[in-house]
Every structure is written in C-alpha cells, then in structure tokens.
C-alpha cells in the first residue's frame, strides 16, 4: 500500500509541477527526466488527419461577434504545443499572417519545438500563468494537452487573456476505448497512473471543470475520423513509451508496464491486420463569455 501510494504521489506532484505554476514556473525534477526526449515524442505520436485540420482552421478563423480588437495581440494562443506535432499542421493551414503564439511549460519539448519550427512565436508558459495581458488572444488552442490542466484557475486565466465572445477549441486523438485490447492498455495506463488516474482523456473528467463555470458556454462538439497511426505492436508500443505516467515510472516499473502493453498487443495485434490503431478524434468548442 506504501508502494503504490508513494508512485501516486510522484505522478501527481510531476503534474502539479509541470502545468502549476507559481511565480516563476519550474518543473519537477522527474518530468523534466521522463520529459528529455522530446525527438522520442516527436517521432512517436500520431500526427492529425487533413480533415480535422481543416475543421479546426474553420473554427479558429471564424470567431465572430468580438466587439474590441484593438488589443488583440494574438489571433490564436496554443496551450500546451508539446513538441508541435500539431501547431506545425494547423499553422500552415490558417491564414497568412495569422499571428500565433505556442507556448509550452516543459523545456526540453519547448526546445524540440523551436528546432522543428525555428520561425514559430514559441514560449514558455504555463496555463494558469499566461504572460499576456488582458483581452489579447482571439481563440486559444488546446490540442492534447487540456486534461492536464482542467482547473478554475486555469480557465480564469484563459479567460482572462481572451476577447469576449473569443473561442476555445480543445482537440484529442481519443484512444477507443470500447475496443477490449485498447481498454485492457487503459487499465494498465491506469494503475501507472495512481491517483493520477483520473487525468487520462479517455474518462472525460476534464469536463467537470467547466460544470456551473459561466465563463464559457455554448460547447459544440464534433468527432471525426481517428487520426492516422499504423497498426503494428512495435508502432503502437513506442506510441505508448511516450506518456507522461509511463515517463514518470522509476527504471524497472516503466519496463514491467510497458512489458504489459506489449504483451496485450502480441495477443491482440501481432499478425493480424488492424490497419491503424483506433482513435477518434474530439473537437470541443467554447465560446468565451466575459458579461
């Protein structure tokens, strides 16, 4: 019991440390460990499809009925960029010209980040601690990252640097989980996790901080097809070596965990021809009200 609620507590304080932020932000020393192979998540994440791209260029760029924009700084803010497997699609995508603002709170994906994308506004940022003024930003982006972060504080923040009637798209390659093998990897992410659990995607906890908060309204919801990642174990195993609460793991705890998704997909996957894992991918609008 020790045990396991000693590794809760490590997952929750690598949280705590790596997207709360007070004064200046630090990251705990185990995410900024499980967190140093930024190329290692670049190369082994799924990327999104033209579609979706698409959709949430659409979204973006029609932000309508914002009545002061003389202050806006940024047309789009990006929370949470990671190492920008998805800031690079979605940039190339919008207008030219659009100014864009990434931000990241974890220096080594920041560092990718920038490399991959050198001409990029980047910066390092918490989401409860933006450092924008007031009324900057007409839509803020969270592309995989929002459940990280899913507090009051954080939307009072986002909140604050928005433009009235501005928007807020949350986007996630959701994992499907009504397929058994990928609920059985789900278990396992799970128990990695601890108390940490409740963080994963996958159980939609994230909604709960918008429960009774009058700051956004007006949610949308779209599901489009999943993004593309091939269906072989090797590609989905190493898809899985890049998660945070498998990053965190001491030495031989993340090799027995991820001895445990190997195995499930050997039984599930190996030989048989699944073309690619089965994601959906969520698009979640928020219009911000500032009345």
């Given at each position: 019991?020790?045990?396991?609620?000693?590794?809760?507590?490590?997952i929750l304080s690598v949280l705590r440390s790596?997207?709360?932020?007070?004064?200046?932000?630090?990251?705990?020393?185990?995410?900024?460990?499980?967190?140093?192979?930024?190329?290692?998540?670049d190369a082994n994440r799924p990327t999104y499809?033209?579609?979706?791209?698409?959709?949430?260029?659409?979204?973006?760029?029609?932000?309508?009925?914002?009545?002061?924009?003389?202050?806006?700084?940024?047309?789009?803010?990006?929370?949470?960029?990671?190492?920008?497997?998805?800031?690079?699609?979605?940039?190339?995508?919008?207008?030219?010209?659009?100014?864009?603002?990434?931000?990241?709170?974890?220096?080594?994906?920041?560092?990718?980040?920038?490399?991959?994308?050198?001409?990029?506004?980047?910066?390092?940022?918490?989401?409860?601690?933006?450092?924008?003024?007031d009324n900057s930003v007409k839509a803020v982006?969270?592309?995989?990252?929002?459940?990280?972060?899913?507090?009051?504080?954080?939307?009072?923040?986002?909140?604050?640097?928005?433009?009235?009637?501005?928007?807020?798209?949350?986007?996630?390659?959701?994992?499907?989980?009504?397929?058994?093998?990928?609920?059985?990897?789900?278990?396992?992410?799970?128990?990695?996790?601890?108390?940490?659990?409740?963080?994963?995607?996958?159980?939609?906890?994230?909604?709960?901080?918008?429960?009774?908060?009058?700051?956004?309204?007006?949610?949308?919801?779209?599901?489009?097809?999943?993004?593309?990642?091939?269906?072989?174990?090797?590609?989905?195993?190493?898809?899985?070596?890049?998660?945070?609460?498998?990053?965190?793991?001491?030495?031989?705890?993340?090799?027995?965990?991820?001895?445990?998704?190997?195995?499930?997909?050997?039984?599930?996957?190996?030989?048989?021809?699944?073309?690619?894992?089965?994601?959906?991918?969520?698009?979640?609008?928020?219009?911000?009200?500032?009345?």
């Amino acid at each position: 019991m020790t045990r396991v609620f000693l590794k809760s507590a490590r997952i929750l304080s690598v949280l705590r440390s790596t997207y709360c932020r007070q004064g200046k932000m630090s990251v705990h020393q185990i995410a900024e460990t499980g967190y140093l192979k930024g190329d290692h998540y670049d190369a082994n994440r799924p990327t999104y499809t033209p579609e979706t791209i698409e959709v949430i260029a659409r979204e973006l760029t029609q932000v309508e009925n914002v009545e002061n924009t003389k202050g806006i700084q940024y047309e789009v803010l990006e929370l949470g960029a990671g190492t920008g497997i998805f800031t690079r699609k979605i940039f190339e995508k919008l207008p030219q010209g659009t100014r864009y603002l990434a931000t990241e709170p974890s220096d080594s994906f920041l560092q990718t980040l920038k490399g991959l994308s050198p001409n990029l506004d980047a910066k390092n940022c918490a989401a409860d601690s933006i450092p924008l003024p007031d009324n900057s930003v007409k839509a803020v982006l969270c592309a995989q990252c929002f459940h990280w972060f899913s507090t009051k504080a954080a939307l009072d923040e986002i909140r604050r640097v928005m433009v009235n009637q501005g928007k807020l798209v949350l986007v996630w390659n959701m994992r499907d989980v009504s397929v058994p093998w990928v609920k059985e990897i789900e278990g396992v992410l799970a128990t990695a996790a601890g108390e940490g659990a409740d963080k994963l995607p996958t159980t939609f906890n994230w909604r709960k901080a918008f429960q009774g908060y009058s700051g956004f309204k007006n949610e949308a919801h779209q599901q489009k097809e999943g993004t593309p990642l091939a269906g072989t174990v090797e590609a989905i195993h190493k898809y899985y070596s890049t998660f945070s609460m498998v990053c965190a793991l001491e030495e031989e705890e993340q090799r027995q965990t991820l001895a445990k998704i190997r195995d499930i997909l050997e039984k599930n996957v190996a030989g048989k021809d699944i073309g690619k894992y089965p994601f959906n991918t969520e698009i979640f609008t928020y219009i911000c009200s500032k009345s």
